[in-house]
């Protein structure tokens, strides 16, 4: 079993759509969790960190749920500019694993 | 400050050749980590580093080597090229500081083994 499983999608939804993705992990003693971004070829970045009961940014919420061991991300006003690969990424200890991602296609 | 680099980019090897893939950072970042990413899939970490001298294994740790003698450098070696071992390779690095977990990659390296 996966330490971390996503939907993998691909999430099709028009500009100004809000669109929510899941994670889940196996670890509950994991304390760390973080959303990267990664667009096609390149390398993952940190969209947000995930620490306690979750964090905002802008457009972007992210939430941790401990009882049923799952984060979400939330995007609202969806872009053309967010379409990209979503990595869900859980910090056991400086052993970070992650999951296998989640496309969001937004179109015109 | 050029953060997290990567050499070669892409790499073409026969089988059972052997190569080092090359990663530095200039952050004085603690910890290390070398990933692979094969399509549809997310990074699998092979071995990472909590600083120079100590090394440990991944997930998915065989077939390569690591060694860290530097703070900034942190090579990757595969001794005897095997087709399973094409991909792209990422190295990453962080503080190791608590509340700063924040991963920053390298470009990454496209490896293809004929």
């Known amino acids: 079993r996966k330490e971390v499983e996503q939907d993998p999608g691909p999430f099709n939804v028009p500009e100004g759509a809000t669109v929510a993705f899941n994670c889940t992990y196996s670890?509950?003693?994991?304390?760390?969790f973080f959303w990267y971004r990664q667009d096609c070829r390149k390398e993952p970045k940190l969209l947000m960190s995930v620490y306690s009961s979750g964090n905002e940014d802008g457009r972007f919420t992210a939430q941790l749920n401990r009882a049923s061991q799952y984060i979400s991300l939330l995007i609202r006003d969806s872009k053309l500019s967010d379409s990209a690969t979503y990595l869900c990424v859980e910090d056991n200890f400086n052993k970070f694993y992650f999951g296998s991602g989640t496309k969001l296609n937004v179109k015109p | 400050n050029a953060g997290v680099t990567q050499t070669p980019k892409f790499q073409v090897l026969k089988t059972g050749q052997s190569m080092t893939l090359q990663c530095a950072q200039d952050m004085n970042h603690e910890y290390m980590s070398w990933y692979r990413q094969d399509p549809g899939m997310g990074l699998r970490l092979i071995h990472y580093?909590?600083?120079?001298?100590?090394?440990d294994q991944g997930e998915v740790p065989n077939g390569y080597n690591v060694s860290r003698s530097t703070t900034e450098d942190f090579p990757l070696r595969l001794l005897s090229a095997a087709p399973s071992q094409t991909s792209v390779y990422f190295c990453a690095s962080h503080p190791g500081v608590a509340g700063q977990e924040t991963q920053y990659f390298g470009p990454g390296t496209r490896l293809l083994v004929l």
């Open positions: 580093s909590v600083g120079a001298g100590i090394t």
């Open positions: 670890n509950s003693a994991s304390q760390s």
